[in-house]
């Protein structure tokens, strides 16, 4: 069974949505399990003090690195996650991507740190060997939702998890390009705007090969588009293949 724990200031909020959809069924199925890990209960005083000022001044506050540490090494010793990846949801990670998401899904499961304050101690990341991975270029008010970002993208990843088996080799990033555009009945639709949109004529044309080179072109068009930076690594990686 694929695990998740989650370390967290605020276990309440998990499962939250992943308790839904595709992600709940399948955690109620058990094949997913989700622990959340409360760092207060690491605490070393009756007060229950996670955090400290930080040393050389400054704004805001720092995790504490004994109380941190120690919930680390509880979560580190629960059933199968011994040999679990650990990973810190910080802004200034590494972009998790989707192939990141794939070799995830294919180990034991993940253990994942959700920050608070102004940051962790910077010597936990380097005695727990901390990946710091980030979901986008801003800031929240902590890790817990980026951390429900990462443990979706692999659950869902998991055999059984999707009705179809092919469904996740044709989304967007698995080969580098965005997803093509998606349409259902009616064939004719009219909008808000009093003007009337058909389904492009290949797709109802029923001739498998000129759909599937549709769907590519417009894949590469979206992406070249949309996203200049994949459509410019991709070129770099088809160039090295030559």
Known sequence: MWRATALTLFPAMFPGPLGESLAGKALREGRWALQAVDIRDYARDRHGTVDDAPFGGGAGMVMKPDVLSAALEAASAMPGMAEAPKMLLSPRGVPFDQARGRRLAAGPGVVLVCGRFE??????????????????DFVLSGG????????DCCVRLLPGVMGEPH?????????????YPHYTRPAS???????????????????HGR???????????ITRRRRPDLWARRSTQGNELK
């Open 167 to 179: 469904s996740a080799s044709e989304e967007s990033f698995e080969d580098g390009l965005l997803e």
């Open 211 to 221: 759909v599937a080179e549709w769907r590519t072109r417009q894949r590469e068009e």
């Open 144 to 151: 817990e939702i980026a951390a429900m970002a990462v443990m």
């Open 189 to 207: 639709w009219v909008g808000p705007d009093g003007i009337e949109r058909r389904v492009p004529e290949v797709l109802v044309s029923g001739h």
């Open 119 to 136: 940051g962790v101690d910077e010597r936990v990341i380097e005695a727990h060997a901390l990946e710091e991975v980030s979901v986008g």
